[in-house]
């Protein structure tokens, strides 16, 4: 079964005795976009990841553009992590890290439009990262991919690409420390599918699996 979040919008932030003491110099905030298809997935992980940060002392937004949500229609979802308050709310120009679930969206969409050369971009494909970069209108950065589809159809029976895509991205970027990520997730697991135990240990094996067959890190 595919995931799912209550929340169309997540703004999570920490009790004020959690911030960091003033005159610290400014956190660095960590931008993601992602890009897929109505029904991957992408909203659901973009959430999935803004709980999991906080769960760790973040402070996080995720949240969708919002437009047609028609089933295989191209949409677009964020999320901001930050060590400190964010008071930005406007949609990701210029992110870290870009996520895109569906490769076919390479041709229809600039997936690559504003990513920082320093960042990276995460693709879904059983490809190698330098066969996707001429479809990259000339990004520079690190590429790397993840045959999510191949993972979820072996360990959940169905093209689920979200649940992989969501550990590709805690890999690549390290802004959770993995152990901390897998517990975390697994709670969640248990409380969304507490009568359903072979889709905890199905997500859970798409999970742990795709953080370690991603390439090009």
Not at 180 to 197: L, N, Q, V
Request: hydrophobic residues 35%.
């Amino acid at each position: 079964m595919q995931l799912s979040h209550p929340a169309a919008f997540t703004v999570r932030q920490l009790p004020a005795a959690n911030t960091m003491k003033r005159g610290m110099t400014m956190a660095k905030m960590t931008e993601i976009r992602w890009h897929g298809r109505g029904g991957q997935g992408a909203k659901t992980a973009a959430l999935l990841l803004a709980d999991s940060a906080f769960n760790t002392g973040k402070y996080v937004q995720g949240f969708p553009e919002y437009g047609p949500e028609r089933m295989g229609a191209p949409i677009t979802a964020y999320n901001r992590i930050s060590d400190e308050r964010c008071t930005v709310h406007s949609n990701i120009y210029y992110p870290d890290y870009v996520v895109v679930v569906d490769v076919t969206l390479l041709s229809a969409v600039d997936v690559t439009k504003g990513l920082k050369p320093e960042g990276a971009i995460i693709i879904n494909s059983g490809k190698d990262p330098e066969e996707l970069r001429p479809l990259l209108r000339g990004y520079t950065g690190r590429v790397c991919t993840i045959d999510a589809g191949k993972i979820s159809t072996e360990e959940l029976g169905r093209n689920f690409p979200n649940t992989p895509m969501l550990g590709a991205v805690v890999k690549v970027s390290g802004l959770i420390d993995e152990e901390e990520f897998i517990e975390d997730m697994k709670g969640s697991f248990k409380h969304k599918f507490s009568t359903k135990p072979q889709v905890i240990e199905g997500n859970m094996k798409a999970l742990i699996r795709s953080m370690k067959e991603v390439k090009g890190l």
